[in-house]
Nanobody, 115 residues
Framework: QVQLVESGGGLVQPGGSLRLSCVAS????????MGWYRQAPGKQRELVAV???????NYVDSVKGRFTISRDNAKNTVYLQMSSLNADDTAIYYC?????????WGQGTQVTVSS
């Protein structure tokens, strides 16, 4: 398994921005499909954004145009740049790594959007 450690969450005002980071262990990062998921209180976990090993990306409709996922293979890190945040973005954000039978998750980082 790959160990994943997220950081960058916090409290932000509506309309504000945050950048989440997720660092992966090991030496296979470049071939992993990396994703960001989120889970709000009382709701199911949902996929927010995903980036392939070829850097192709996909987003849930609710964040398109506001969030950007990117990766730096030299740093074993995937990022989620979030802007124009609103209360509906409040959730615990989880980083994931997948490849074949590999399915690893980070511990999550809390994002709270509130004035």
């Amino acid at each position: 398994q790959v160990q994943l450690v997220e950081s960058g969450g916090g409290l932000v005002q509506p309309g504000g921005s945050l950048r989440l980071s997720c660092v992966a262990s090991g030496n296979i990062f470049s071939i992993l499909i990396m994703g960001w998921y989120r889970q709000a209180p009382g709701k199911q976990r949902e996929l927010v954004a995903v980036i392939s090993s070829a850097h192709s990306t996909n987003y849930v409709d609710s964040v398109k145009g506001r969030f950007t996922i990117s990766r730096d293979n030299a740093k074993n890190t995937v990022y989620l740049q979030m802007s124009s945040l609103n209360a509906d973005d409040t959730a615990i954000y989880y980083c994931s790594a997948k490849r074949g039978s590999l399915d690893s998750w980070g511990q999550g980082t809390q994002v709270t959007v509130s004035s």
